[in-house]
């Protein structure tokens, strides 16, 4: 039986703290927010202000929350993780070994009824109404590599007492700044939050409902730009769930994904290290073997007969250029090993990679064609393409 916001409520009960607080806050910005308007607009130094703490938290989530602990895709430096968890609390978030937790559940469990926060249930149960229901401890074993971690301890346990201190902090520096304690609050913290917040929450809402799947199709995750730039990176998210230990989210060049180079940038100072990368030539059987899927499924509504044939067309020419990206990937893994030996053969086998190049670049090419002009057949042109 399909569960619902209210079977899920009348189950497990409701969180009042996190229904009181989060539900208070939004309550007194919309009550706040027009009193502090009436006065007149905040200052430039308020909104600049305001605009670098929603900046810094998120970086700290998606950085240190999500990437290095959740994830582990890199080691940071203990200073570091200092600053990440500092800031991290800033976000009122929870903790940061709550965090982690409830999101490798996610992953574990992403589109089954054990997913913390799965889209099954509907939009506004991912993206906040998870939250109000009333839960158990984090489950050591979730985060059993976590456990020595003494500073996310430290947070943990004080966790209450640390993020009243740090938003109190945050804003008496908005205050000493700007001279305006009332707009301190309303804008560098309760309009703060609930940007921090709202943007977060897209990412396990809209980020599994609203985007492209050019990765993999075998989960509800998907690619959305515009979410990148409101989440600094994040909103790549089809590739995050099909490659979830890459430190990286956006690959390519022109993907918004500021965490990327700062963790890069870290690791040439010696302030992170360890950074997991997924080979190039990996992700790009992973596209390949996406395409297929998606052509698989495009000629479901086929004749039986015409379905057959189209499915071993598509299959040799998976096959074929599968099988030349696994080629190039054990030559390229031979040329680092004859690399790090110095070994005399290592030339060879550069000049052999090169040609391997050259032809996955071709056979590449030739699979994009083929794509492309399959999504174009529609059943009624079918069979004249088999006659071909």
């Known amino acids: 039986m399909p569960q619902t916001t209210r079977s899920v409520f009348k189950r497990d009960g409701l969180d009042w703290t996190n229904l009181l607080f989060l539900g208070g806050y939004h309550v007194a910005l919309l009550v706040l927010l027009p009193v502090y308007l009436l006065n007149g607009l905040p200052s430039g130094a308020l909104v600049a202000g305001t605009a670098v703490l929603w900046a810094a938290s998120l970086l700290a989530i998606t950085m240190g929350y999500h990437r290095l602990y959740a994830h582990k895709t890199y080691k940071a430096h203990p200073v570091v993780e200092g600053i ?8 009122t978030q929870g903790s940061a070994l709550t965090w982690a937790h409830d999101h490798r ?8 009824d054990k997913d913390p926060y799965g889209t099954e249930i509907g939009f506004w149960h991912s993206h906040m109404l998870w939250m109000f229901r009333k839960r158990e401890q984090p489950d050591p074993k979730f985060v059993k590599d976590l456990s020595e971690n003494r500073m996310l301890h430290f947070q943990h346990r004080h966790y209450a007492v640390l993020m009243v201190l740090v938003n109190v902090l945050a804003i008496g520096a908005l205050w000493l700044i700007t001279g305006d304690l009332l707009g301190a609050f309303v804008i560098g913290f309760l309009v703060r939050l609930f940007f921090v917040h709202h943007c977060t929450w897209f990412i396990n809402s809209l980020a599994h409902m609203w985007g492209s799947k050019p990765y993999s199709s075998e989960h509800s995750a998907v690619n959305n730009f ?17 490659f979830a230990t890459d430190y990286r989210n956006g690959v390519r060049w022109y993907q918004f994904d500021p965490p990327k180079y700062v963790i890069w940038l870290m690791s040439k100072i010696g302030l992170a290290k360890d950074l997991k990368q997924v080979n190039r030539l990996t992700i790009e059987r992973k596209l390949v ?30 096959d074929n250029v599968s099988e030349k990206l696994m080629g190039l990937k054990t030559a390229s893994e031979r040329y680092q090993r004859l690399k790090e030996r110095g070994d005399e053969e290592m030339e060879a086998m550069r000049v052999k990679m090169n040609h391997l190049r050259e032809s996955v670049g071709h056979e590449m090419e030739m699979w994009q064609k083929f794509v492309d002009e399959m999504l174009e057949v529609t059943p009624q042109m079918a069979p004249r393409y088999v006659r071909v």
């Open 84 to 91: 990440l968890l500092f800031l991290g609390t800033l976000a």
């Open 226 to 242: 515009i979410l990148a730039f409101l989440t600094f990176g994040e909103g790549y998210h089809n590739y995050h769930h099909t």
């Open 289 to 318: 073997h996406a395409d297929k899927n998606l052509l698989l499924d495009h000629i479901k509504s086929f004749s039986a007969e015409h379905r057959e044939t189209f499915e071993r067309r598509i299959e040799e020419a998976y």
């Open 105 to 112: 559940i996610h992953h574990s469990h992403v589109d089954t």
